[in-house]
């Protein structure tokens, strides 16, 4: 029993040293450690075969190009940031603000670009840009095999 809750303890000391890395990291913050850009750590093992073929599947949606972490702008000037995505089937691309979808407007704008049957390219641009727009965005491709995310932080 003792050492089952001293196996629970240490994994959890492992979940949470490093998902502070992954936070701390960033695809901007050279030098400090994280080789992996703004992707969120996890320490989960897959469980099962079925899960490996989910998570690791050969066509799961991958952002393989993407804009810098870290982008100051001007105010009335305008913010755009890029995600080049891969997967069979073509991966579809969302944008999010603090954890919120979102949507066209007058001030935003969303383009894509289809590339051969299993990439796309997205760019989100926002024209001209006000205080609101200071905050942590982010793009997700997923198809019907995986998910993957990309973040991006702006300040004025």
Same mark, same amino acid.
């Given at each position: ?30 030098? =400090?450690? &994280?080789? +992996?850009?703004?992707?969120? @750590? ?9 899960? $490996?073929?989910? %998570? ?8 393989? =190009?993407? &804009?810098? +972490?870290?982008?100051?702008? @001007? ?9 080049? $995505?891969?997967? %069979? ?68």
């Amino acid at each position: 029993m003792k050492s089952l809750l001293l196996v629970c303890c240490l994994m959890l000391t492992l979940l949470i040293r490093d998902s502070t890395a992954a936070r701390a990291g960033g695809r901007g913050s050279k030098g =400090k450690g &994280s080789k +992996f850009g703004s992707r969120m @750590l996890t320490n989960i093992r897959h469980r099962n075969p079925a899960s $490996a073929s989910y %998570y690791d599947n050969k066509d799961g949606a991958r952002i393989i =190009k993407s &804009s810098h +972490f870290e982008l100051d702008y @001007l105010l009335g000037r305008k913010i755009t940031f890029v995600c080049l $995505a891969q997967g %069979y089937p073509r991966p579809h691309i969302t944008w999010f603000k603090d954890s919120i979808e979102l949507y066209s407007h007058m001030f935003f704008q969303v383009h894509e670009w289809h590339m051969g049957n299993d990439t796309i390219k997205s760019k989100m641009e926002i024209d001209p840009t006000t205080q609101k727009d200071a905050g942590y965005y982010e793009c997700q491709a997923d198809n019907q095999y995986a998910i993957d995310r990309r973040g991006f932080r702006t300040d004025f």
